[in-house]
Each structure stands twice: as structure tokens, then as C-alpha cells.
């Protein structure tokens, strides 16, 4: 199995943007993914995550701004973030059956 993030990026305060993570190797599709986020010094903690085909569970530091859903192509996962903040700045990892993406950067910053 292999996961792979993308859609990263810098984008001011209050933008937003998308990232997929794309799976081989093994059916993402109803199953529970899970994407997380870490920051240099801290624990990698929990975002959001999708169990079957819309059933999610978000951090409550990101509830009404993320939306984790599964992609139009198969074995895909979104993360829509909006109203993006600077202390949503770290690596996003999309997570699956004990494994790890490579992660993609977020930066926040004006």
C-alpha cells in the first residue's frame, strides 16, 4: 500500500485549498482514512477522518473550515480546508491500515 499527498502550498489567511491523497495498492473506498497534521516539535495530531462513504469526524479546531470526503477517482481522498488560519501551518499526512503518506506542506502566512 502506498499513499500519496498533494495540494500543498502558501496561501494567506483566509484562503483555501484542497489536498488529495491517492492510494495504491489496496481499496481506500469504504473504508476509514484519516488525515492528520504535525508541526515541528509537537505530536502528530488528528484532523478528520471518513468511515464508509460520509461518515466524518473532524478536530474541533477544524470544524465548519475542513471537509474530508472521498475523491471522484477511485482510491482518492480529499481534504477541502477554507478559511484557512496560520495555526493550521504543518505537514498533512492522509492515513491508512497502519500506513503513512509522505505528507505535503501547508503554510498559512501573509
Known amino acids: 500500500l502506498q499513499l500519496v499527498e498533494s495540494g500543498g502550498g502558501l496561501v494567506q489567511p483566509g484562503g483555501s485549498l484542497r489536498l488529495s491523497c491517492a492510494g495504491s495498492?489496496?481499496?481506500?473506498?469504504?473504508?476509514?482514512v484519516a488525515w492528520f497534521r504535525q508541526v515541528p516539535g509537537k505530536e502528530r495530531e488528528g484532523v478528520a477522518t471518513?468511515?464508509?462513504?460520509?461518515?466524518?469526524n473532524y478536530a474541533d479546531s477544524v470544524k465548519g473550515r475542513f471537509t474530508v470526503s472521498r475523491g471522484d477517482a477511485k482510491n482518492t481522498l480529499i481534504l477541502q480546508m477554507n478559511s484557512l488560519k496560520a495555526e493550521d501551518t504543518a505537514v498533512y499526512y492522509c492515513?491508512?491500515?497502519?500506513?503513512w503518506g509522505q505528507g505535503t506542506q501547508v503554510t498559512v502566512s501573509s
Open positions: 471518513i468511515n464508509g462513504p460520509t461518515r466524518t
Open positions: 492515513y491508512f491500515g497502519g500506513t
Open positions: 495498492g489496496a481499496t481506500l473506498n469504504m473504508y476509514s
